[in-house]
């Protein structure tokens, strides 16, 4: 039986790629992918894949360097195999922080890796929460921005509504979250935060009342966890009732679930962009939610040539 549709997953996160394919009702296409003993990516694709339309499962989490190699070198073997269209779903797009010269004599590496995976002979490109929306148009083939939005709000709606104030960790954050403030009908908050060198920050002071409610710092992504901590400290120095945090992409590096731990969250929600840190989730403070489904949804949709921004409604 010709087959029209098939799913791949590099090391990076096959739980997801597996729940995605489960969703789907396909199996899991089969596919090696190892290691030479000097570190050297290989990549064998063990299915008939001319003419299927192909999509990638692979997050460039960390070790994101590996991870990219792995999409890249999949990608290519796709299209050597002569898959009819080949799609990257990177549920988290690494090197999205870097989509600017911030500085003089800076990369920017988010265009780098954008035009590297189009190198590559990536035909669309599926991510999810982008650190900076415009990395979008780094790339001349089609990219369909997906939000955990839908995700977050069936957990947060029995929990918050009505009730909490939606806090924004610094000014660039402001769109998203009044947008759950909004379908929550709660109250805005904003963090005024001096940033003095990357993975650093300083909280400053609170636009907004605070003081009595319950609390949700929200973000895109949750790295070392400086701001979440920090930011949980002065709520609840500023008279806060209860604060938790919720982001789409928990990268959780170095020192961050410490960090969490010991600071006043009382809940972490996350998806599973990308695998949550064994240390994370034996501390009992985080909540992960899936987006196999959402994800599912939109790979149907966009092979099927229907809507997609209809998901977000």
Known sequence: MFKSICI?????????????????EVPLGRARVSRFSDGEVFTEIKENVRGVDVYVIQPTSPPVNDNLMELLVMIDALK?????????????????????KAAPRTPITAKLVSDIISTAGTDRVVSMDLHAGQ????????????????????????????????????AGGVERTRAYAKRLNADLAIIDKRREKANVSEIMHIIGE?????????????????TMSNAAHVLMEKGAKSVSAAATH??????????????????VIVTDTMPLPEAARASGKFKVLSIARLLGEAI???????????LFV
């Open 80 to 100: 050597r195999a002569s898959a009819g269209s080949i799609t990257a779903v990177m549920p988290y797009y690494g090197y999205a922080r870097q989509d600017r």
């Open 135 to 170: 990395i979008q148009g780094f790339f001349n083939v089609p990219f369909d921005h997906l939000y955990a939005m839908p995700v977050f709000l069936e957990y947060m709606l029995p929990r918050y509504k009505n009730s909490a104030v939606m806090v924004s960790p610094d």
């Open 210 to 226: 605070v003081e009595g409610r319950d609390c949700v710092i929200l973000d895109d992504m949750i790295d070392t966890a400086g």
């Open 8 to 24: 791949f997953s590099g090391n990076a996160h096959p739980v997801l790629a597996e729940s995605i394919a489960d969703y789907l």
């Open 250 to 267: 928990g990268i959780l590096s170095g020192p961050a679930v410490e960090r969490i731990v010991n600071s006043p969250l009382t809940e």
């Open 300 to 310: 149907k949709r966009i092979h099927n040539s229907d809507s997609v921004s209809s």
